[in-house]
């Protein structure tokens, strides 16, 4: 991880200022400039499209009774990449175009989910799910309840009884 950390604190930057130093070379400062405005501009009109569209695919699966998990996971790549994409230089935006465009982001989020650990909560989560495919959805539970409180716990008030 402090690798990981080391390369994109540090080295990334490097990267991105050669490049932008050689870019500028080529075609002029002012030019440089514009194309990373104009790359920061397309993103993020590309994340705001494709936002929506997740958004309404998780939406359809959530009428449909099913947990919108790769939505999910997509929605927070959009996320990454849209904070790529608006970050000056070439590599980020790259980088960014990538996880944006929709037919690399449904890819790489199947890729992750299978690499995801399962834990305690997805098991509960799996347990609502079967819930509502039973179809007990709706149903309402009527009943009474009782508090019962010894007076110990410092946080509640004792009983007016």
Do not use: C, H
Not at 48 to 73: C, F, H, I, S, Y
Not at 84 to 89: A, E, K, Q, R, Y
Not at 99 to 117: D, E, N, T, Y
Not at 127 to 141: A, E, I, K, L
């Amino acid at each position: 991880m402090g690798k990981l950390l080391f390369l994109l604190f540090v080295l990334m930057p490097i990267v991105e200022i050669a490049l932008l130093i050689e870019v500028g070379e080529q075609i002029g400062g002012w030019p440089t400039i514009g194309l990373v405005i104009l790359t920061a501009a397309i993103g993020a009109a590309l994340v705001r499209q494709q936002g929506v569209a997740t958004l309404m695919q998780a939406r359809r699966k959530m009428d449909n009774g099913q947990l919108p998990g790769q939505e999910m996971l997509e929605g927070l790549m959009l996320a990454v990449s849209g904070v790529l994409l608006l970050t000056p230089g070439f590599v980020t935006d790259a980088l960014g175009l990538f996880l944006v465009l929709p037919f690399s982001r449904p890819v790489i989020a199947r890729w992750l989910m299978k690499r995801a650990v399962v834990t305690g909560s997805a098991t509960q989560t799996s347990g609502f799910y079967q819930y509502q495919q039973r179809g007990d959805q709706g149903s309402t539970f009527e009943g009474e309840y009782e508090v019962k409180r010894d007076g110990r716990d410092p946080k509640l008030p004792p009983d007016n009884r």
